[in-house]
């Protein structure tokens, strides 16, 4: 396993991989020392996107993922979210009905996502709109963030 450590807007992030493909992107305690290890090609080429992301100038992720765990209803679902653009959401209705499931079983296998941000589960809302749940960095705040970031109306938390 080889990891990458790079500082965000939304706080300090790990990303991992088995070698071949991405297999999860974490976010660190702050004041955590940054690794500076030896990396690999995909988990270098990991930071360099999310860098890019954060800096406005990549809005979609080329990057080769691997999904570790998780069942087919699960793999489902992260696939769909993969497919929704830059800058719009789709409902947990949505990709329910995309999927044959129910909406608080996609609610489920976004707080399980392993890959956040390049796998955009923040992208995935209520039926009304509303940012019901985040499980990266500081929660819904976060969320939040990274939409208004991807709308252009990036703010403070």
Same mark, same amino acid.
């Given at each position: 396993m080889s990891t990458s450590d790079l500082d965000s807007p939304t706080g300090p992030i790990r990303v991992f991989s088995d070698g071949g493909a991405?297999?999860?992107i974490t976010w660190i305690e702050p004041g955590t020392v940054l690794v500076q290890a030896e990396p690999d090609a995909v988990s270098r080429e990991t930071a360099a996107q999310?860098?890019?992301?954060?800096e406005g100038r990549l809005t979609a992720f080329d990057?080769?993922?691997?999904?570790?765990g998780?069942?087919?209803?699960? $793999? !489902?679902?992260?696939?769909a979210m993969r497919a929704i653009p830059w800058g719009e959401t789709k409902t947990y209705g949505d990709l329910a009905t995309l999927t044959d499931?129910?909406? $608080? !079983?996609v609610g489920g296998a976004c707080g399980r996502n392993p890959i956040p941000i390049v796998v955009p589960c923040h992208r995935v809302v209520g039926s009304d709109g509303r940012l019901v749940g985040f499980s990266g960095g500081a929660g819904v705040a976060t969320k939040q963030w990274l939409l208004d970031f991807e709308r252009g109306q990036t703010r403070l938390f």
């Amino acid at each position: 396993m080889s990891t990458s450590d790079l500082d965000s807007p939304t706080g300090p992030i790990r990303v991992f991989s088995d070698g071949g493909a991405l297999v999860g992107i974490t976010w660190i305690e702050p004041g955590t020392v940054l690794v500076q290890a030896e990396p690999d090609a995909v988990s270098r080429e990991t930071a360099a996107q999310l860098a890019a992301y954060f800096e406005g100038r990549l809005t979609a992720f080329d990057l080769p993922v691997r999904y570790r765990g998780g069942s087919t209803f699960e $793999r !489902a679902i992260w696939d769909a979210m993969r497919a929704i653009p830059w800058g719009e959401t789709k409902t947990y209705g949505d990709l329910a009905t995309l999927t044959d499931g129910v909406a $608080r !079983a996609v609610g489920g296998a976004c707080g399980r996502n392993p890959i956040p941000i390049v796998v955009p589960c923040h992208r995935v809302v209520g039926s009304d709109g509303r940012l019901v749940g985040f499980s990266g960095g500081a929660g819904v705040a976060t969320k939040q963030w990274l939409l208004d970031f991807e709308r252009g109306q990036t703010r403070l938390f």
